[in-house]
Nanobody
Framework: QVQLVESGGGSVQAGGSLTLSCAAS????????ISWFRQAPGKEREFISA???????????ELADSVKGRFTHSRGNAKNTVYLQMNSLKPEDTAVYYC????????????????WGQGTQVTVSS
């Protein structure tokens, strides 16, 4: 059974930084895409970032325009841990952040992901 566990959320002031972690277990994650999404109150779940090792050993990464230049998506050497380094945080980044996994390849659609973590709250105050 695939399980994803996020950690690292918290409360920061605008301009601050946080690093989220997603630990995956129960599968062979070298062929999985593991992505980050977020959901703010009253809003739809939003794609943030994704990466995949599917294409040989090429590290393929994709970021939403809203976080480019501020967030970095990386993957541990063991390939079963994914990180989201968030810098220059803004109040509009406040949301519950989820990691999600799929064997389908990189997708910005939440419907493409079969496995989800429980989420971790990020709150950015002005």
């Amino acid at each position: 059974q695939v399980q994803l566990v996020e950690s690292g959320g918290g409360s920061v002031q605008a301009g601050g930084s946080l690093t989220l972690s997603c630990a995956a277990s129960g599968g062979t994650f070298s062929t999985y895409t593991i992505s980050w999404f977020r959901q703010a109150p009253g809003k739809e779940r939003e794609f943030i970032s994704a990466n995949s090792w599917r294409y040989g050993n090429t590290y393929y990464a994709e970021l939403a325009d809203s976080v480019k230049g501020r967030f970095t998506h990386s993957r541990g050497n063991a390939k079963n841990t994914v990180y989201l380094q968030m810098n220059s945080l803004k109040p509009e980044d406040t949301a519950v952040y989820y990691c999600a996994a799929t064997q389908r390849g990189v997708s910005r659609l939440s419907s493409a992901y079969r496995y989800w973590g429980q989420g971790t709250q990020v709150t950015v105050s002005s």
